[in-house]
């Protein structure tokens, strides 16, 4: 009546593996470090880095406990943070001599203590929020006026070449604040102009007004466009912070879209505020200018004059003065896409670009208007540009459609396109609220939190074993063995957890306790009926279940929408709650009948259980301590 199948037991002992190896990560911590990535779009981190690395450490007299090399950067792991931060400055000296140019980005940083046996199984710890490790905190609002402005310029763009197409002779297209305004002569090109648009743009409103010769057609967003275009701005700025912060190698970032306009952004781990600043603030922007051809231009490009008025220097990636004009006719704003290739005719690796209506119809014009001339293409990171290629324009390139290429390798081409379109942000940025979490804090969260949970598990264990005697410690098995599911699918999944999280880990473990709370009492009833002890515990798990799966499902339900309407710490909290839940319906009912059918199921003549007291209705005493008959 009472035994399991082998492959039950077989279940629950792979269970209890996993969870084991999958939790233990959690207990070795983390150590303070010091992450090297690339600053550059060719800047490389090799084997040759991690040499420089360690020369530079050890003529400090400074040992690190392990150098390792991943993806995209190199991590110096440390005993003590007062070494880390030595190293951060020796490293930092060393890579980067010249600090006003720097090669490389040098942060600090908290990489886990994970054995290699336990790493080489993919086993590793939860990460932790701010609150709990640390970190900085940025909150960034969102110019959505210049994101409307910008998209009404692109679509004065729009609507010229429209008008240009169906032959429609006005007088001007201008934007007036946040909208745009066409003039006409006379009615009948409006009334053309009028229908023109309104078949092509559904997201213009457009009102007639003026009298002759000055009549004016004023397009504006409609609401719905508003929004529209609002959302899908803060949609992209939250996803070119995530490509710049992800490439860069910053571990476990939060990036959350805060109210209608504003980002949340916090890097747990990241102690110093102005190097975070200087990884928010990375970009790769984009800018097509014409080179100075003039004999003025020639001769200080060949190093033999000045820099004519009006024109730049800048080098190329060999190291070659390039002299521009100042004036910029394409950037990176009218870019739709970049993505990494090659060259059909000579095959060496290049970035093809899709630009946008506007920036083709510019980049034909320029190339029509300048045949014979250089072009060059420049790349800014942190306001410093580079020439990365200056082709003579052989003919009129129409169609969108343009090639970078010129000495770079297909990872400089990759990381290139990459940047280009991480860059791009549909609207401006600042940052107003940021805030630094330090470690000593979170250490302190981290104590607290665990001690609530230790402490906590620990008064429950007592008084279930106090109450229920036997029962009580199978009971306890079993909560115990739910937090070791719970931490190890967390572990698995790689949550982060944070301060909401254990909250919710605290009251899984209450739901966990009140599930075998629910099936003692069920098998105390029964004892209290006269069933016999082997009867009472198959019929008091067998009708628990009913009612726990039903008390779960219910509170699953409420979890599961605050996961699907809750944002930041609310679906932090849903997260763990509702993990927690599935980890408690197996271990409170699979796992403690799996126990105690190990105990008492192999007794074929069982007389008693141990469950603690059992009252009897017109019975003013008990009928027995730790045993019922």
Known sequence: MNRYPLWKYLVIAV??????????????????????????????????????????????????????????????RFVTTDDQLKARDIIEKALNPDPNNPSYVVALNLVPRTPAWLAALNAGPMYLGLDLRGGVHFMLQVDMQAALTQKLDSLGADVRTVLRDN??????????????????????????????????????????????????????????????????????????????????????????????????VQLPGVQDTAKAKDILGRTATLEVRLVDESAEGRAAENGSGLVPFGSEKYLDRDGRAVIVKRAVLLTGDNLDDAQAGFDSQTQEPAVHLNLDAKGARIFKDVTRDNVGKRMAILLFEKGKGEVVTAPVI????????????????TQEAADTSLLLRAGSLAAPMEIIEERTI??????????????????????????????????????????????????????????????????????????????????????????????????????????AWGTIFDSNITTLIAGVALLAFGSGPVRGFAVVHCIGILTSMFSAVMFSRGVVNLWYGRQKKLKTVSIGTIWKPGNSQQTGVSTAE
């Open 438 to 543: 330090g470690p000593s804090l979170g250490a302190e969260n981290i104590a607290k939190g665990f001690d609530s949970v230790k402490w906590g598990l620990m008064v429950v264990i007592i008084f279930m074993c106090a109450y229920y005697a036997l029962f009580g410690l199978f009971s306890s098995l079993a909560l115990t063995f739910n937090l070791l599911l719970l931490v190890a699918v967390l572990s698995m999944l790689q949550a982060t957890l944070t301060l909401p999280g254990m909250a919710a880990m605290a009251l899984a473990l209450g739901m966990a306790i009140d599930a075998n709370v629910l099936i003692n009492e069920r098998v105390r009833e029964e004892l209290r009926a006269g069933a016999s002890p082997q009867a009472a515990i198959n019929a008091g798990y067998d009708r």
């Open 394 to 409: 052989r003919t009129e390139i129409g169609g969108g459609r343009v090639q970078i290429s010129g000495q770079m390798t």
């Open 15 to 76: 269970a209890l593996m996993i969870g084991t190896i999958y939790t233990l990560p959690n207990f070795y911590g983390e150590a303070p470090a010091v992450q090297v990535s690339p600053g550059k779009t060719a800047v490389r981190l090799t084997n040759d880095t991690m040499v420089r690395i360690d020369m530079a450490l050890k003529d400090a007299g400074l040992t690190p406990e392990r150098t390792t090399f991943e993806a995209n950067s190199i991590k110096t």
């Open 167 to 264: 032959s429609i002779r006005y007088g001007g297209i201008e934007r007036d604040g946040q909208s745009l305004v066409l003039r006409a002569r006379d009615q009948a090109t409006l009334d053309a102009a009028d229908r023109a648009i309104g078949q092509d743009f559904a997201e213009l409103d457009l009102t007639q007004g003026g009298t002759a010769p000055n009549l004016t057609l004023t397009a504006t967003l409609k609401q719905a466009a508003e929004l529209d275009i609002q959302a899908q701005a803060l949609k992209q700025n939250i996803t070119t912070l995530h490509n710049r912060i992800n490439e860069l190698g910053v571990a476990e970032p939060v990036i959350q879209q805060q109210g209608l306009d504003r980002i949340v």
